[in-house]
């Protein structure tokens, strides 16, 4: 059997997808059952290593903190408080900038401009790097900020500690990010899941050093992410530049990526902005749990409902991250008939996985508290939880590819502003009216989110639906050219 190679960009044994469409879907835009199928199968064994690769990366930080909270209960609140306060002013906005490699190299890769992969990273690199500076200086003085929020001083001085010994972490996460998209676009996925698996693997190890052995205690755990993170970055930067499948993506460094940044600029920022929306909605929750009354009791449930919901929407953002690169390849290609089979593929696939998961939820309400928690108030409180926590996730899965095929299209601008209505005048003002003015309390915060992700789902749906996809493989082709670097000066 003939090697795949980078002429023939997508899943192995599909490889004649961006030749001719015609595996696919027809002139005609006719599709069968096998046709169907097929694509199941090549989304699964895209979403398959970005699902693991996606746990494996978010598990770095929650290892670390498992081993601070063996130092105490003040090491372990200051570093869950730490952890917190980067990913909102961090971790998130520098994962939405990354996005925009989603629709930039995708669609490149799929128009066969291999060598403008390598100039869309080197700009997302150099943007990235740059906005960590200030992030750098933000967390920095995380003590400080949080103190003036009106959180317990003891507390905030011991994450503003922990914060700042984590701060060569967001310059290795916004370099991890931009490999990530890089790979993933050109559908080069199990590279990433073994790298991030030998890093997860070796965390364990450093953590133990640094936090029990060096005498650091938690500042120890920071410095491990830190580690983790370059090592991770380290691992993937030497297979894009050693490694045959990325030499046609990957031709060096290049003056041309000092110029024409705007271009990415004015898609990454939308990115950061439909994200970011998102992400702060969720921590926002966890917030206003603390002002409910009984605070302990909602603020445990509402932080074990979202470590929960995070882990379980690891699935449906591995779907979208394959529908991303599935739609951006295709339209580049030019074959709109194909994108538009990859979003109702991804919209079945969604929905029978929030259905399966969901059910698994609602069956084990009764004994997951446990995982968390002896108390039998807390584990009565989480089982009640579930089925919300099961609706609210075939909603999330459901939004999540959703924004994937946003991604894939090029449509940031307008996903930041469904975002914007779903969650700050839809979701936001109905948990807090649930919450404290109806009083159903932290199950009314969540209850809210619920009704801004059902918005979401419906504006998303129906401009996909809406969605002329001749016009947008037009544009795909247009973006593409007008991104275009002539090969001889990018090298």
């Not at 570093?79 to 925009?100: D, E, I, Q, R």
């Not at 990530?180 to 050093?209: D, E, K, Y």
């Not at 499948?245 to 003056?255: D, E, L, M, N």
């Amino acid at each position: 059997m003939e090697k795949p190679g980078l002429d023939s960009p997508l899943i192995p044994g599909h490889t004649e997808v961006l030749v001719s469409g015609a595996d696919v879907v027809n002139e005609a835009g006719l599709k069968s059952d096998g046709e169907f199928f097929a694509e199941i199968k090549r989304q699964l064994c895209l979403a398959g290593p970005l699902i693991a690769s996606s746990l494996l990366q978010n598990i770095l930080q929650v290892i670390s903190v498992m081993f601070v909270g063996h130092l105490g209960e003040l090491a372990l609140s200051g570093a869950s408080m730490a952890t917190s306060f980067a990913g909102v002013t961090g971790f998130s906005f520098l994962l939405g900038m990354s996005t925009a490699l989603d629709t930039m190299c995708g669609q490149a890769f799929g128009a066969k401009q291999y060598h403008m992969l390598g100039i869309h990273m080197q700009r997302a690199m150099l943007a990235l790097t740059l906005v960590s500076l200030p992030v750098a200086v933000i967390w920095s003085y995380t003590g400080s900020i949080l103190k003036l929020c009106g959180q317990d001083p003891e507390i905030a001085t011991e994450a503003g500690l922990y914060a700042r010994w984590m701060i060569p972490t967001i310059f290795a996460y916004g370099l991890l990010q931009c490999h990530v998209r890089f790979l993933q676009t050109q559908n080069i996925v199990f590279p990433m899941m073994l790298s991030t698996g030998v890093t997860a693997l070796s965390h364990v190890l450093v953590c133990w050093l640094l936090v029990f052995k060096s005498g650091l205690g938690s500042k120890g755990a920071a410095v491990a992410i830190s580690i983790s993170y370059w090592t991770n970055v380290l691992l993937l930067a030497l297979y894009v530049r050693l490694s045959p499948a990325c030499k046609k993506t990957w031709i060096g460094f290049s003056r041309e990526a000092l110029h024409d940044m705007s271009t990415f600029i004015k898609l990454a920022v939308p990115s950061a902005t439909m994200v970011c929306f998102e992400f702060w909605s969720f921590e926002l929750l966890v917030l206003l749990s603390g002002i409910l009354p009984n605070p302990k009791l909602e603020t445990s449930v509402l932080s074990i409902s979202l470590n929960t919901a995070s882990m379980v929407f690891m699935v449906p953002f591995g779907l979208g991250a394959a529908v991303s690169t599935r739609v951006s390849n295709e339209l580049g290609a030019g074959h709109p008939q194909a994108a538009s089979l990859a979003v109702k593929v991804v919209v079945f696939l969604a929905i029978t996985e929030g259905l399966i998961v969901g059910l698994t939820m609602i069956l084990a309400r009764g004994i997951w508290g446990y995982a968390y928690s002896n108390v039998e108030e807390v584990v009565r409180y989480v089982a009640i939880m579930m089925p919300i926590l099961a609706t609210s996730n075939l909603l999330d899965g459901m939004q999540c590819v959703l924004s994937g095929v946003a991604r894939g299209c090029g449509w940031q601008k307008i996903g930041a502003l469904v975002n914007l209505g779903a969650y700050y005048i839809v979701g936001i003002p109905s948990a807090l009216l649930l919450a404290f003015v109806l009083h159903v309390g932290g199950k009314g915060l969540w209850m809210g989110i619920i009704c801004g992700l059902f918005v979401q789902v419906l504006l998303f749906s129906a401009i996909a639906y809406c969605t002329n996809w001749e016009k947008e493989a037009r544009k795909a082709k247009d973006r593409v050219i007008n991104s275009t670097v002539p090969k001889d000066t990018a090298t």
